[in-house]
């Protein structure tokens, strides 16, 4: 049975908040009203909110207030979440939190560590992908996995959903990207990610390294402003090499010459973010649900301040 909360607040005003609000406008009932609350971007967010007339949506430049069965998206700059996390916290308002969670281990950890008494949730979207989820169930029935790598690229320029995608340069790739890449590498491989070495380019526009799930290798590149966009997961098992080719959703897979859709039920199942969101609302009713684990969000974060450490790059 789907939880419909009675109100979402949208912590934001970029191209992120604009997606979330664009999916939740989409999947919700309309007498469930919408509030954005944004420090930047306000013209743009009220160009959205014009659009949708059947839609309430408050506009407010405030936090949100607490409203009951009401829950929060966490979706501005990520130096700009732990002042955002720690009001909604505060006012008992359940919150999922993009990621990174904060740019810092440090800073993480003591956000996560409200989650004690808080019902918050990282952001981890790729725990619902079904393209992610059918290439790992391949991987495990193709035996013993050798050695993984995982190749993240965003061009130069790239429009997504609708509108240029543009990074904050403030957050480095590693801290935005490893979430995702860590994420990906646990379902794949059995035990903690780890770093080994770290190598870094283009004045941080690049960033490689050599990681180990468990006792398996694992090479990332991770890079901004590259040639094309980028999202390639390859792992070499006992049987043979496995990639999934996800540069445009959802994928497909290439295993022992043949090559196949990577999510049969894309074209009529809800999609990541959707059915992540649905899930979000079952957890701030009250639900169990282990794929927003905190300690999975300050692995990452632990992760991405040893490759900052390494590389040399101010935080």
Request: charged share 20%.
């Amino acid at each position: 049975m789907n939880v419909v909360p009675a109100h979402v607040a949208v912590v934001g005003g970029g191209r992120w908040a604009r997606v979330y609000l664009d999916v939740l406008d989409r999947m919700l009932p309309p007498e469930v009203s919408l509030s954005v609350h944004p420090r930047r971007g306000g013209d743009a967010i009220a160009l959205w909110a014009a659009g949708r007339p059947a839609r309430r949506v408050a506009i407010e430049q405030g936090a949100p207030a607490p409203c009951l069965g009401g829950v929060a998206i966490v979706a501005n700059a990520a130096h700009d979440h732990g002042t955002a996390v720690r009001h909604l916290a505060q006012a008992g308002i359940p919150a999922l939190v993009e990621k990174p969670l904060a740019p810092s281990w440090d800073e993480s950890r003591r956000l996560a560590g409200l989650a004690a008494t808080a019902r918050l949730a990282p952001s981890q979207v790729f725990l619902f992908a079904g393209y992610i989820r059918n290439f790992a169930a391949r991987v495990r029935r193709a035996g013993a996995v050798r050695s993984l790598s995982v190749v993240w690229s965003d061009p130069a320029g790239e429009s997504r959903y609708g509108e240029v995608k543009r990074f904050d340069a403030t957050v480095p790739v590693q801290c935005d990207v490893l979430p995702h890449v860590v994420t990906i590498l646990e379902l794949l491989a059995p035990g903690a990610v780890t770093l080994v070495e770290a190598r870094g380019s283009r004045d941080g526009l690049l960033a490689q390294m050599d990681l180990r799930a468990g006792d398996i290798p694992c090479l990332v590149r991770l890079e901004r402003q590259g040639e094309a966009r980028r999202r390639l997961i390859e792992a070499v098992t006992d049987t043979g090499t496995l990639q999934l080719d996800f540069a445009e959703e959802p994928g497909v897979i290439h295993q022992g010459g043949a090559t196949d859709n990577a999510d049969q039920e894309w074209a009529t199942g809800p999609r990541p973010l959707s059915r992540m969101l649905q899930a979000f609302f079952a957890f701030a009713a009250g639900a169990a649900d282990e794929r927003f684990d905190m300690a999975l969000a300050l692995r990452a974060a632990g992760l991405s301040d040893q490759v900052t450490q390494r590389l040399g790059f101010a935080q």
